[in-house]
């Protein structure tokens, strides 16, 4: 379901930076019902193997339980495969092709506001930027960590598949060890997205640096500093709509 929610995220990137104001605003409503949507959507693929298509054996080092790989015949086959085009497959296709707009519309703004600068070179000014830039950098920020996220979500199921697509169509052999690897680096997935935040927002560094201060890899004052123009990042925009 994880990625299932991160290519909803990559649609809103989608929306609110390449439409731009011509964009159908996301309601708390509307929000609750996409996501009500996808894990409903994700819990039929995720029972089905409990009703006959496919089943969950222990996998690896019996520790585990997985899809079965290993059987070849096509009701299994099957399974792997739709499963493999629904969630993995379909969703990688959605997320290049926002991403793919969202970096064309990036390249333009960046572009624009070179010119910006320079103009402010010529006419003395300090500095151009309004409200609406600050918040355009803000859209920009939350679609690069939104994007390193997913990246690493593919980075960690890739392997995964690839180990069920060898054993469920005899491509060579599975062994115990590449079985063990390919799961639990997959399954793994679910700590790596508070690395990315931890890396990324300011904020979260602050409150964790304040929870875990032996684990700070930066100065409390260049927290503080960081904190500070996040918080005037977000003022700016939040004045520029009341």
């Known amino acids: 379901g994880s990625i299932l929610t991160m290519t909803l995220?990559?649609?809103?990137r989608y929306n609110v930076i390449v439409k731009g104001l011509s964009a159908k605003p996301l309601t708390n409503s509307r929000a609750l019902l996409q996501i009500f949507a996808i894990w409903t959507y994700n819990t039929i693929w995720s029972i089905a193997p409990?009703?006959?298509w496919n089943r969950y054996v222990p996998e690896g080092n019996m520790t585990a339980c997985g899809l079965d790989y290993l059987t070849q015949n096509w009701n299994n086959r099957?399974?792997?495969l739709a499963y493999s085009i629904g969630i993995y497959f379909l969703p990688l296709f959605i997320i290049i092709y926002c991403y793919f707009f969202i970096v064309r519309v990036s390249n333009l703004i960046l572009n624009f506001k070179f010119n910006m600068r320079a103009q402010a070179r010529k006419m003395n000014v300090a500095s151009l930027r309004t409200a609406d830039a600050t918040k355009t950098n803000a859209e920009h920020k939350l679609a690069k960590i939104a994007l390193a996220t997913i990246s690493l979500w593919f980075f960690a199921w890739t392997p995964y598949l690839i180990v069920n697509?060898?054993?469920?169509f005899q491509l060579g052999t599975v062994t115990p060890l590449n079985s063990i690897w390919s799961s639990l680096f997959a399954k793994a997935n679910s700590v790596y997205n508070p690395i990315v935040?931890?890396?990324?927002?300011?904020?979260y560094r602050a409150a964790l640096f304040k929870k875990f201060p032996s684990l700070a890899c930066v100065t409390p004052a260049i927290l503080d500093d960081d904190t500070t123009s996040a918080v005037s990042g977000t003022t700016a925009v939040t004045?520029?709509?009341t």
């Open 9 to 12: 995220i990559a649609l809103d």
């Open 50 to 52: 409990m009703f006959g």
């Open 78 to 80: 099957s399974y792997v």
């Open 165 to 168: 697509y060898v054993g469920i």
């Open 197 to 203: 935040y931890a890396i990324s927002h300011p904020k």
């Open 239 to 241: 004045e520029d709509h």
